[in-house]
């Protein structure tokens, strides 16, 4: 199956700091990459569509400033949280479409804010 | 807004018993996928139904998809500690390419 890279899995950070996440596809191309937020024992919510090449769609309460994303390559999409704090501590997942209905999700990265 | 409806949300049965999880929805989706997702993991595609009224089998797990694509449901039949686990659904809209994830299930299965 596809495989999808995310990096780092785990970092922990003082609170204003910016902390940068990266999606890769490792064997695919993908036009449209998914970030997501998980928060203990809660489902997945939809934080932004990224589409290379072109301004990500962010879902209505994520602040764009904040969370800011850049598609550069059909390989690459990267997840900035500016200014970090607290409450900004999660698990932050990254999904690659490969064609329509499929999404293949990396192994989330689990951010810690202090 | 389409939303997802996942039941149970918690389930603790012994092994070899048998369980099913639902996801209800009153919208339409053009198609519904199951995930896995373990403690610190991504979710895991298990299955995705496209049409209504497909039926789909994955070893002891069945997976059904609703005649009007609303609903579906994910049997386990005898199950095993190896499957506890966060099991969610997830659909995709219809004409939209990004997925609607329900609350999820945490399956615990005691040996």
């Known amino acids: 199956g596809a495989v999808v890279s995310q990096h780092p899995s785990r970092v922990i950070c003082k609170s204003g700091t910016s902390v940068k996440i990266e999606c890769r596809s490792l064997d695919f191309q993908a036009t449209t990459m998914f970030w997501y937020r998980q928060f203990p024992k809660q489902s997945l919510m939809l934080m932004a569509t990224?589409?290379?090449?072109?301004?990500?769609?962010?879902e209505q309460g994520v602040e764009k400033d904040k969370f800011l994303i850049n598609h550069a390559s059909l390989t690459l999409s990267t997840l900035t949280v500016t200014s970090a704090h607290p409450e900004d501590s999660s698990f932050y997942i990254c999904?690659?479409?490969?064609?329509?209905?499929?999404?293949?999700f990396g192994a989330g990265t689990r951010l810690s804010v202090l | 807004t389409q939303l997802l409806e996942q039941s149970p949300q918690f389930l603790s049965i012994q092994e070899g018993e048998n369980l099913t999880v639902y996801c209800n929805s009153s919208s339409v989706f053009s198609s519904l996928q199951w995930y896995r997702q373990e403690p610190g993991e991504g979710p895991v595609l298990l299955v995705t139904v496209v049409t209504g009224g497909e039926v789909k089998k994955l070893k002891r797990l069945t997976f059904q998809f609703g005649d009007a694509r609303k609903d579906s449901s994910l049997h386990i039949t005898a199950a095993q500690p190896g499957d506890t686990g966060l099991y969610l659904c997830?659909?995709?809209?219809?004409?939209?390419?990004?997925?609607?994830f329900g609350q999820g299930t945490r399956l615990t299965i005691n040996p």
């Open positions: 990224s589409n290379e090449g072109s301004k990500a769609t962010y």
């Open positions: 997830a659909g995709e809209g219809q004409g939209a390419q990004k997925l609607v």
């Open positions: 999904s690659a479409s490969i064609s329509k209905n499929i999404q293949y």
